[in-house]
């Protein structure tokens, strides 16, 4: 067992195990500990156009966790811009990830999502949420191209805590949104893979309570 304990320098991290090479995995990071912009663990990047986000932690008094949060803060307003933070410290083949997450501002787009089975930014999953749109969607990023899996029409409202969560396992993945299932679908492109956050344009978004955890094989 590999004990874990550089993180909880930066959030409260709660570790009940963390075996690496694909072993049992349950991370909770509610970023309560974080007190500058060094994100121990993460490692910032992007897809498509334009810059890296900003990716900060600050205070917001309605956080799921209160106090703090993880902000996306970066509003580079270009249409095929993914600023993206992914979780360094585990890769799964079949696992569950949950963030809670507040859509502040965007004039082209008010997004968040979860990233799984991260092989670059140019290949991933990826299933969002959007404010302005009003739906969550199934995404894969296949050699830089952007393309839907499957979606659904459902309120996002902006300036209000909501969940995205999905649970993978093989080719099966199920997409939820609020604790309800959305959607059940099947692809076969990544096997395994890295998770993390993502948004999209000029997208400023809240996060908090990301969890992952891994699935028995």
């Keep these: 067992m590999v004990k874990i304990t550089l993180m909880t320098i930066f959030f409260v991290l709660s570790l009940s195990t963390f075996l ?15 007190e500058n912009s060094f994100l121990e663990g993460f ?17 917001d008094e309605t956080a799921p966790s209160p106090r703090k949060v993880l902000a996306q803060t970066s509003d580079e307003d270009l249409e095929y811009h993914f ?8 890769n799964l083949s079949d696992g569950v990830a949950k963030v809670s997450f507040k859509a502040i501002s965007g004039r082209r787009d008010r997004a968040a999502g979860i990233i799984f089975r991260f092989q670059d930014p140019d290949d991933y999953y990826v299933l969002r949420a959007n404010a302005l749109e ?8 296949e050699k830089g191209k952007r393309k839907r899996i499957e979606g659904v029409k459902v309120q996002v409202a902006s300036m209000e805590w909501h969940t995205l969560k999905v649970e993978y396992k093989g080719s099966t993945i199920e ?12 692809d076969t492109t990544y096997k395994s893979g890295k998770v993390g956050l993502w948004t999209k344009a000029d997208s400023v978004t809240y996060f ?9 094989q």
Excluded: A, H, R
Excluded at 23 to 29: L, M, T
Excluded at 43 to 59: D, I, N, P, R
Excluded at 83 to 90: A, K
Excluded at 175 to 186: A, E, G, P, R, S
């Design 20 to 34: 690496l090479g694909g072993e049992k995995v349950s991370v909770s990071i509610s970023f309560e500990e974080y």
């Design 43 to 59: 490692k910032s990047l992007k897809s498509g156009k334009g810059q890296e986000g900003e990716w900060v932690v600050m205070v």
């Design 83 to 90: 600023p993206i933070l992914i979780y360094e410290d585990c």
């Design 134 to 141: 009003d739906n969550v969607n199934l995404y894969k990023m």
């Design 175 to 186: 997409c939820c949104y609020d604790d309800k299932l959305l959607m059940t679908v099947k």
């Design 208 to 216: 908090d309570d990301f969890i992952v955890e891994s699935l028995e």
